[in-house]
């Protein structure tokens, strides 16, 4: 998403010598990669778009993910950027040197470039658990992002390891075909009703007809997820306590035998983690051949898996639905820059950057979706391309030779984290949970502020807090 958005804006700004280096040998990223069943997104389709790239052809309210993969490859096809990708080039090594970026990809070639975007992924890196006795188990067993479609569903016994959006969308898709659903849960979640409504045929063709049609819902859409993440910065904002009602009542509405209640009734508050978003999770857990385990995995052995209660849950397949390692960003790759600063070791505590977008010491390197940018519930497209209008302005500043290298300096970038650090603490992320947004201190990693405010530093860029050479 991120690659093919850099590739279009940087050719409508009159940018045309650029390669797109990609490790695998089909483009779609986070879309090509999961392929669970039951996956799909979780903002509406309509927003999860392109804003210049309106889709009248969306399925439903929140699409299958086969539909996004489709949409990129035809965004790309049509903006004549696929040719200029070159696949199954992983890039290792990026090194500042004399001015330039030399990059080296894993099969040994070379190329020297004056700008690098990074624009790979956020949830990206498998988190594999660390539970003993993985390698030990006899059935099938794969990563929710490694989805195995060779593997037997129907009428076998399935165990999944982790609750959140992922988890929730496979036990969903797969509970009516399976013999046996486990479902292996450390956290309950909050989950947000969403019904997910087809297009008619007739609105589709609406929609085709009227292209003002689908940018106004983009636009309508937009807004109204602004104004949910403008609410999330403050724990006790109206938008929090609305969201806390709706899942309570979907929870308490939905869920019928006491017992499984209390066991689907998180002890944080809502949006604390992730919100998830469902119509039928609730429905499709209380099968009569579904379960909640949550007596905690003590081990995976050949036959299944054993809870600390000493109870071994006999399975054919076990799904990990463990996320994602979110403080990885470009690593593995090698970064080094000015004066043989390595990233490695400036992000050996933990990734951050100025505006999420740079890195003091690193000149003319960007990213896409990098450190603490907004992670919330609302589409990432956008967010992408708030930062490469961003980007742009600041590459425009080497174009036209207002300097030859620019990165933020440490003294606003330091400024900047203080702020971020301590507006995060007052989040709802950082209002008693445990989740995948906290960094090893315990402080949410993403963009405190609003979304307003976001859309505002965006506009253009505060050329004081720069450093340029
Ligand atoms: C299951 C799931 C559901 C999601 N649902 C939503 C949603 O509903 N709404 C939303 O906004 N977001 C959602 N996301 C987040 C999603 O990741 C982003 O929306 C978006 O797809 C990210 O696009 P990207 O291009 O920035 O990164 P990615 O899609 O991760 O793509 C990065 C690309 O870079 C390549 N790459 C990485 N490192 C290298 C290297 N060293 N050399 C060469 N190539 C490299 C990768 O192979 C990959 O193709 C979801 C994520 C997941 C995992």
Redesign the pocket.
């Known amino acids: 998403?991120?690659?093919?958005l850099s590739a279009i804006k940087l050719r409508e700004a009159g940018f045309d010598d650029f390669t797109i280096?990609?490790?695998?040998d089909r483009?779609?990223?986070?879309?090509?990669?999961?392929i669970y069943p039951g996956?799909?997104?979780?903002?509406p389709s309509h927003l999860?778009s392109y804003s210049f790239e309106p889709n009248p052809e969306w399925s439903h309210r929140?699409s299958p993910?086969s539909e996004i993969q489709a949409y990129f490859e035809g965004v790309a096809r049509r903006h004549g950027v696929t040719p200029r990708i070159r696949f199954g080039?992983?890039?290792?090594s990026a090194a500042f040197s004399a001015g330039r970026w030399q990059l080296e990809t894993k099969s040994g070639d070379h190329d020297e470039v004056d700008v690098v975007i990074a624009?790979?992924?956020?949830?990206?890196h498998p988190n594999m658990p660390a539970i003993e006795g993985l390698s030990r188990f006899g059935g099938a067993l794969f990563h929710?992002?490694r989805w195995d479609h060779t593997a037997q569903l129907d009428g076998r016994r399935i165990g999944i390891v982790g609750t959140g959006?992922?988890a929730v969308q496979i036990v969903s898709a797969i509970v009516d075909r399976v013999a046996r659903l486990s479902l292996f849960q450390r956290t309950a979640q909050w989950i947000m009703p969403q019904e997910n409504p087809a297009y008619s045929a007739e609105k589709q063709a609406e929609f085709r007809r009227r292209p003002e049609l689908l940018e106004e819902l983009h636009a309508d859409t937009a807004r109204l997820f602004a104004a949910f993440s403008n609410g999330l910065v403050d724990a006790n904002s109206p938008q929090m306590k609305m969201i806390e009602e709706a899942c309570r009542a979907n929870l308490e509405q939905n869920v019928r035998d006491p017992l499984l209640l209390e066991k689907l009734r998180p002890n944080y508050r809502a949006a604390c983690k992730r919100l998830v978003m469902s119509c039928d999770f609730y429905q499709a857990i209380q099968k009569p051949n579904a379960e909640v385990v949550t007596a905690g995995i003590e081990r995976i052995e050949v036959e299944g898996v054993r809870t600390r209660d000493g109870r071994l849950h006999e399975l054919d397949l076990l799904v990990l639905a463990t996320g994602?390692r979110v403080d990885r960003f470009?690593r593995p790759?090698q970064v080094v820059g000015r004066d043989g600063l390595r990233l490695d070791t400036v992000w050996a505590q933990r990734p951050s950057a100025y505006l999420s977008i740079s890195i003091p010491g690193f000149p003319n390197l960007f990213m896409?979706?990098g450190p603490n940018g907004p992670v919330g519930n609302?589409?990432?497209?956008e967010v992408?391309e708030l930062q490469m209008g961003y980007v742009l302005r600041l590459v425009e500043l080497l174009r036209e030779g207002h300097c030859r290298e620019i990165s933020p300096s440490e003294d606003a970038t330091q400024r900047f984290e203080a702020e971020r650090t301590e507006a995060a603490r007052h989040t709802i992320w950082g209002s008693g949970c445990r989740s995948w947004y906290l960094d090893d201190r315990g402080v949410p990693m993403s963009w405190p502020f609003t979304f307003d405010r976001f859309r505002e530093e965006m506009a253009a860029p505060k050329i004081e807090a720069y450093q340029l050479a």
């Open positions: 998403m991120s690659g093919i280096y990609e490790k695998a483009l779609g990223g986070t879309w090509r990669e999961n996956i799909s997104c979780d903002v999860y929140f993910g080039a992983e890039i290792t624009a790979t992924g956020v949830l990206h929710s992002a959006s992922t994602f470009m790759m896409l979706n609302f589409s990432l497209i992408a």
